[in-house]
């Protein structure tokens, strides 16, 4: 579990105002949803033969011997949300999230046991045009972030669940006649959720899975219509995307539409977003059938991608340096003035000790355009000395006058 630092909870912090922006302009409402959840939604829902609920949730008994799981994923809590709340039965929903996810993996660059998404689940669109406007979406989300130069879509479709299991007993027979070619934990697996192998980071595994039957001739017929016209949309507005066969997400609950943007930029841990129809979860819960399709993308991924060219904009416009304890008391009054007055802007009292010098590489630290120098002798006087910090020029300014020469100052190169 990480800490955030200053930049980085910048960085996740622009992130965040920048999908919400894209996520606003396409119609979503903001939900919350707990961080704390019934285990046995997730076990149930996302899947109890699933990488997630085998090894990876935080469980433990509450007070009243409640077993709850910190979520590891937003749709289930989502769509219990939904259904409680009668939401989703009936009705067009589209609602996004962000928020803290928790898996106990294996801490590695790009993979945390605390990590940020923020998520996006549309209720009540059973249609591939929903799936489009999704992608539309992230990909307007990547332009704004700077990166849809770095990120590219992988897509596929899981058909239905019947589809799925005409698919499994091909492939589980495939690979039985290969077991000894098989990774240990593909051979559980082999025995669990084979599909869950198509999925293997183990390159003698992908090697023999080059062969193997591939799900997309295994959908029915609605199933291939929902994709190909999905398909045709993209190619409509020339969103460029590969369909990779592979693809069969980590969790239970999807059906037909599936995808994935990856980035070459971030080594193995390259998804920065997944996603994908999940038409039968809403029953799941107990509601009437209620088509689902949403996703989620890793902040700390994405925020990982930003590192290099993103310019921070902390610190201060205007900092505020003292000398002598009349002055510092002073100091911290005109500051409240400024806030209140100017409107706009960052104001650093520097509220402790040292040589005027030493403050004033703070100031110049601090990034402020403009230092004010308060001294016994100002405060007598009712002046402050103003120190424009780029050029070094200083002046004496009246009390009365500091605001407007400030917001001058401030609105000038
Ligand atoms: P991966 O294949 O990388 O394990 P996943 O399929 O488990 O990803 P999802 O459940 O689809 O991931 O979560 C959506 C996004 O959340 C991922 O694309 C990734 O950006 C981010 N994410 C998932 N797990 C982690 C983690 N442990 N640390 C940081 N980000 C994560
Ligand atoms: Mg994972």
Not at 3 to 22: A, M, S
Not at 54 to 72: A, C, I, Q, V, W
Request: include cysteine; charge should be negative.
């Amino acid at each position: 579990m990480q800490d955030l630092l200053p930049r980085q909870k910048e960085i996740f912090r622009y992130i965040e105002d920048t999908v919400r922006g894209v996520l606003e302009s396409y119609g979503y409402a903001e939900i919350g949803v707990p961080v704390l959840e019934s285990t046995q939604l997730f076990s149930r829902l996302v899947g109890e033969a699933t990488d997630i609920v085998e090894k990876e949730m935080y469980t433990f008994e509450d007070r009243n011997g409640d077993s709850l799981t910190m979520r590891p994923e937003g749709t289930v809590g989502v769509v219990r949300m939904g259904q409680e709340n009668g939401l989703l039965f009936n009705q067009i929903q589209r609602f996004w999230y962000a928020g803290p996810m928790f898996r106990h993996e294996r801490p590695q660059k790009g993979r945390y046991r605390q990590f940020e998404q923020i998520g996006a689940e549309c209720f009540g669109m059973g249609g591939p045009d929903i799936d489009a406007e999704l992608l539309f979406m992230c990909q307007r989300m990547w332009q704004a972030l700077g990166v849809s130069d770095e990120i590219h879509l992988e897509l596929n479709s899981m058909g239905t669940a019947e589809c799925r299991a005409a698919y499994r007993s091909e492939l589980v027979a495939y690979l039985e006649d290969r077991r000894d070619g098989l990774d240990e934990d593909s051979l559980r697996r082999l025995e669990t959720n084979p599909l869950r192998i198509l999925d293997s980071k183990v390159p003698k595994t992908q090697e023999l899975l080059a062969d193997a039957p591939t799900l997309t001739n295994f959908l029915d017929e609605e199933s291939q219509a929902h994709f190909d016209q999905l398909r045709r949309v993209l190619d409509q507005k020339q969103l460029p995307y590969q369909v990779n066969p592979s693809i069969v997400r980590g969790l239970d609950y999807y059906n037909k539409t599936v995808f994935e943007w990856v980035t070459d930029s971030l080594g193995a841990q390259g998804t920065v977003c997944g996603g994908g129809r999940y038409d039968g979860l809403v029953e799941q819960v107990g509601g009437k059938a209620t088509p689902g399709v949403g996703f989620a993308m890793g902040l700390d991924r994405l925020a990982m991608m930003l590192d290099d060219k993103f310019e921070s904009t902390a610190g201060a416009d205007v900092y505020i340096a003292s000398l002598g304890e009349t002055a510092r008391a002073y100091a911290l009054l005109l500051a409240e003035d400024i806030r209140g007055n100017l409107g706009h802007g960052k104001v650093v009292v520097h509220c402790a000790d040292g040589k005027l010098k030493s403050q004033m590489k703070k100031a110049d630290a601090s990034g402020a355009r403009v230092a004010i120098i308060i001294g016994e002798e100002e405060v007598s006087k009712g002046e402050v000395t103003v120190k424009h910090l780029q050029t070094g020029e200083q002046q004496s300014v009246s009390a009365e006058g500091l605001i407007g020469h400030l917001s001058e100052i401030l609105a000038g190169g």
